[in-house]
């Protein structure tokens, strides 16, 4: 997994959309960069729900939020769509982008072993370094931490 001080990777991705999109446009400004399992899961939603919640304190401080997963740019749209959310949510369908940032992990579930997402949060500067890395997120309360942290920036 990519630690503090690693660059942020130039990775090809999807919007929800279905339109390419690229980390690299966020270059020159700090960017959040949060991972999540599956879109429209407990957790995940509640995750995208408070990034959405904490957005304009992030764009206030102009920091954008981008969520990123494996799954297809249709169901992120209909993901943001059923919920209101309005972070960026970014699909990694062929699953490089995980690879990249170190978050295509084995776990493991009543002993069954499988690969995955880990959900994992990244705050890279303005200069593109890893500020601050969360490798194992708990969603209560991450955003706001992560929200403290961009402002000390």
């Known amino acids: 997994m990519l630690e503090s001080g690693d660059a942020l990777p130039e990775v090809a991705l999807k919007d929800a959309d279905g339109a390419d999109?690229?980390?690299?446009?966020?270059?020159g400004a700090p960017?959040?960069?949060y991972f999540?399992?599956?879109?429209?899961?407990p957790g995940c939603t509640n995750e995208a729900?408070?990034?959405t919640e904490l957005a304009g304190d992030f764009a206030a401080i102009g920091v954008p939020v981008v969520g990123?997963?494996?799954?297809k740019p249709a169901k992120l749209k209909k993901f943001a769509d059923k919920y209101g959310l309005t972070v960026t949510l970014a699909s990694d369908e062929p699953g490089d982008v995980c690879?990249?940032?170190g978050t295509w992990v084995e776990k493991s579930l009543y002993g069954r072993k499988y690969m995955g997402i880990a959900r994992a949060t990244f705050l890279f500067d303005a200069s593109?370094?890893?500020?601050?890395?969360?490798?194992?997120?708990?969603?209560?309360g991450h955003a706001a931490e992560v929200l403290e942290?961009?402002?000390?920036?």
């Open 21 to 27: 999109f690229n980390l690299s446009r966020y270059k």
């Open 31 to 33: 960017v959040v960069v």
């Open 36 to 41: 999540y399992p599956k879109a429209d899961t």
């Open 49 to 51: 729900k408070d990034f």
């Open 68 to 71: 990123i997963s494996k799954d």
């Open 99 to 101: 690879e990249a940032f």
């Open 128 to 140: 593109g370094k890893a500020a601050r890395v969360w490798p194992q997120v708990k969603v209560k």
């Open 149 to 153: 942290a961009a402002k000390a920036l």
